[in-house]
């Protein structure tokens, strides 16, 4: 606390510190050459790193949910397929028909 300049502060400036300490450890932000040393600095720096994490999650999630869904259609084109070839067999579909189904 003495090496941040905290000591003697309010326990709001130190709570403020603390949540900026945690945020840039947990975001692996990390305190770099320049990093936040007073209040306002704190706050925006715990916004700004909110932020962040807020977005690469949504990405990280919409991307999850396209590869889901471009598995499902693989899945149930593959499902069609198997689908068309045992009705081929039972049915004797000349070649020509089936392409064009």
Do not use: W
């Not at 941040?4 to 326990?11: D, F, K, V």
């Not at 603390?18 to 320049?34: E, Q």
């Not at 909110?50 to 593959?78: E, H, W």
Request: hydrophobic share 50%; charged share 20%.
């Amino acid at each position: 606390m003495v090496k941040e300049g905290l000591e003697g502060e309010s326990t709001a400036k130190i709570y403020v510190a603390s949540m900026y300490f945690i945020l840039a450890t947990l975001t692996t932000v990390g305190y770099g050459d320049i990093a936040a040393t007073n209040l306002i600095e704190r706050i925006l720096c715990i916004v700004i790193m909110s932020f962040g994490v807020f977005v690469f999650s949504f990405s990280i999630g919409s991307l999850s949910s396209v590869i889901t869904s471009i598995d499902n259609n693989m899945a149930n084109f593959k499902e069609k397929q198997k689908i068309l070839k045992i009705m081929k067999k039972e049915h004797r579909i000349p070649f020509v028909l089936e392409d064009k189904i």
